[in-house]
C-alpha cells in the first residue's frame, strides 16, 4: 500500500506492507483525508510528543470505508462508510472518567504517534469510528477536525444564551466555529475577523458581521460592534490572542485553538487580567461526542459542509497539497487527499 511520510522539510510517497491488525481495531480504506496547519507544523520540523518520531506518516483527518474487523469487534460493519476520531484514549485515566478524553494521559493521536491516513488504508481502533451514512466522504473527513474542533472550541467559548461572539481567522477551523454558532446557538450574534473578501462573504452569507485583516481588528470592531463575552482564535498568527484579548467584554474569555510555537502575547499587564477577570484557555482536538455530534448534524442538513473542501488531490500530489496550504490563497478552506 502507498502512504505519505514526512520529515522536516520533506513530503515523499512510500509503499510498503499494510499494517497487522489488532484487536479492537478495524481496517479502514481511506477515501478522504484533509490537510491542516499541524501537518505543516511536522514539515516545518515541529518537537514532536511524546511517543512519536520523524519521518512521521501524517493525516487525522480521515474516512473511508471498513475493510476489515478484528475477530474481537463486531462493529461498525464492513462496508460502512465512517469518519475517524483522531485521538485514541485510555478511558481509563481522571481526565477521561471527568469526559474530557481529549486530555487523556495516555492518548495517542492518529498521524503523529500513529500511522495515519494520508494512506491507502489506515487501522485504528473500531470504537473510535462514526458513522457517517451517505454523507460525501470527502466532507465526512473534514467533520474529525475542522468541524468536530470548531463543536469543542464553541462548548469552551459558552458566550451565554445572548451573548456575544466574535471568531479571530476563518480558515478550516475558524468558518465551521462561526457556521456552528448560527445553527446551534441562533440568538449569539457572531463577528468574524477574516483575512480575504472571499471568506468574508462566505461568513456575511452565514449571517455573521465581518471585519477584514487582523491588525487593528480590535479597535475597528469596539467602533463597529462594541466588545464581545467570547472570543475564539484560530488565527494560526502570534498575533491573535493579543488581538482578541482587547476585543473581550469584563468577564470575558478567549480561547485559543491553533499551534503557534512562539510565547504567548497578551498585550496586555497582570491587572489588565485581574480587574477585568479576564480568562483565557487553549481548545485541543475534540472527544468522540463531539464528533458524533457534528456527524449527526451533516448528515441532518443542519450544518452545510458544501464550501468546507476547496481542493482535492489525489495522493500522488501530496507535496503541492501542502504547498497550497502552506501558501493559503483567499479563502482557502480545507484541502483533501484522495488516495
Ligand atoms: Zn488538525
Ligand atoms: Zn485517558
Redesign the pocket.
Known amino acids: 500500500m502507498r502512504y505519505v511520510e514526512v520529515s522536516p522539510g520533506e513530503v515523499a510517497l512510500r509503499r510498503g506492507a499494510p499494517s497487522p491488525l489488532p484487536p479492537g481495531h478495524a481496517r479502514v480504506r481511506v477515501a478522504a483525508c484533509g490537510l491542516c496547519g499541524s501537518d505543516l507544523h511536522l514539515l516545518r520540523g515541529m518537537v514532536l510528543p511524546r511517543g512519536a518520531a520523524y519521518p512521521v506518516r501524517p493525516g487525522h483527518e480521515v474516512a473511508g470505508v471498513v475493510t476489515e474487523l478484528a475477530p474481537d469487534v463486531d462493529r461498525p460493519r464492513p462496508g460502512e462508510r465512517v469518519v475517524l476520531h483522531p485521538l485514541d ?5 481522571a ?2 472518567r471527568r469526559g474530557q ?1 481529549e486530555r ?4 495517542r493521536v492518529l498521524g503523529l504517534q500513529v500511522a495515519g491516513g494520508m494512506a491507502d488504508e489506515v487501522v485504528w481502533p473500531a470504537r473510535r469510528l462514526v458513522a457517517v451514512g451517505e454523507l460525501p466522504l470527502e466532507r465526512a473527513a473534514v467533520l474529525a477536525d475542522a468541524v468536530a474542533t470548531a463543536h469543542h472550541a464553541l462548548r469552551l467559548a459558552d458566550p451565554g444564551p445572548h451573548g456575544r461572539l466574535c471568531v479571530v481567522g476563518a480558515g478550516g477551523v475558524g468558518g465551521h466555529v462561526v457556521q456552528l454558532a448560527r445553527a446551534l446557538r441562533p440568538e449569539v450574534e457572531v463577528w468574524a475577523v477574516v483575512r480575504s473578501s472571499a471568506s468574508a462573504a462566505r461568513l456575511e452569507a452565514m449571517g455573521a458581521g465581518v471585519v477584514l485583516g487582523l491588525e487593528g481588528a480590535a479597535a475597528r470592531l469596539r467602533a463597529e460592534a462594541g466588545r464581545f463575552d467570547a472570543v475564539v482564535d484560530f488565527s494560526g498568527t502570534a498575533a491573535g490572542p493579543a488581538e482578541g484579548l482587547a476585543m473581550l467584554e469584563v468577564g470575558g474569555r478567549l480561547v485559543l485553538g491553533s499551534v503557534v510555537d512562539e510565547p504567548i502575547q497578551l498585550g496586555t499587564t497582570v491587572t489588565g487580567m485581574v480587574t477585568r477577570e479576564l480568562e483565557v484557555v487553549g481548545c485541543y482536538v475534540s472527544t468522540l461526542e463531539d464528533l458524533r455530534t457534528v456527524a449527526d448534524l451533516a448528515r441532518e442538513g443542519r450544518i452545510d459542509l458544501s464550501a468546507s473542501v476547496s481542493r482535492r488531490l489525489p495522493l500522488e500530489r501530496a507535496a503541492e497539497a501542502f504547498d497550497l496550504v502552506e501558501r493559503r490563497p483567499p479563502g482557502l478552506v480545507r484541502v483533501v487527499l484522495e488516495p
Open positions: 484514549v485510555c478511558g481509563d485515566c481526565p477521561c478524553e487523556c494521559r495516555r492518548g
